[in-house]
């Protein structure tokens, strides 16, 4: 257990590294207060999360630290995944180049507002992972597994993608970007693709999950789609 925990610990190093470099290395500064707070934002929101699963659901934290392209069973999952990461980077690197170039000017209650959105995202993911202890980072059917239909569940049928869209629209205007928000375009389509890929294997792999479908209308957004 404590292995697991520094495995999740070290990749959240890893992360927030790697967050930083996407947003400093393309501003080309460190005189970036925008960056600076949403780095704070979303380091103790996910730190928070972290530390829960650690304490309340270690096999769900042991499913999260492992993501990403290779780590998926199925090819066409890769391949989203890697595009996904593509387009995540863009996310961060195209506000932080508006910022190095001022091509927009957004006032700072836009960018509290979406450090907002950017915790709301993640509080969504939060409760998700409350709900349902078999919400992998990869597209799998446990032993054990079985469909879930309260909560967030009973609204949408992927509410983890739901607010991480929530989160993600938060990203650019926490940045101080308004030409950021074209990025959100791009990350919405993979994300659509792969829970379409998704329900696919779930209809096939997970006893119930054909009638949930039919029960639970909307995928992402309630009245919407």
């Known amino acids: 257990m404590k292995d697991l925990n520094k495995q999740a610990l070290g990749g959240l190093l890893f992360l927030v590294i790697c967050l930083a470099a996407a947003l400093f290395l393309p501003a080309w500064t460190l005189d970036y207060w925008q960056a600076w707070t949403f780095l704070a934002v979303f380091t103790a ?5 972290t530390v829960y699963l650690m304490k309340k659901d270690p096999k769900l934290l042991e499913r999260r630290v492992t993501a990403g392209p290779g780590a998926e069973k199925e090819k066409s999952q890769n391949l989203i995944q890697f595009v996904a990461q593509i387009a995540f980077i863009a996310v961060l690197v195209f506000p932080s180049v508006d910022h190095r170039f001022a091509w927009s000017t957004v006032p700072p209650y836009i ?53 991480a869209l ?14 950021g928000l074209f990025t959100i375009i791009p990350i919405t389509l993979v994300i659509v693709l792969r829970l379409l890929e998704e329900e696919k294997f779930l209809v096939k792999t997970l006893p119930g999950y054909s009638e949930y479908r039919s029960n639970v209308k909307y995928r992402l957004a309630p009245f919407i789609w």
């Open 45 to 49: 929101s996910v730190l928070a999360i």
């Open 111 to 163: 960018v509290i507002a979406g450090d907002v959105l950017v915790v709301l995202g993640l509080l969504i993911v939060f409760i998700v992972f409350k709900e349902n202890t078999f919400a992998s980072a990869i597209i799998e059917v446990g032993t054990e597994q079985k469909v879930i239909s309260t909560g967030l569940y009973a609204l949408v049928r992927h509410p983890m993608y739901s607010g």
């Open 166 to 179: 929530v989160m993600l629209l938060g990203v650019p205007l926490a940045l101080g970007s308004w030409w």
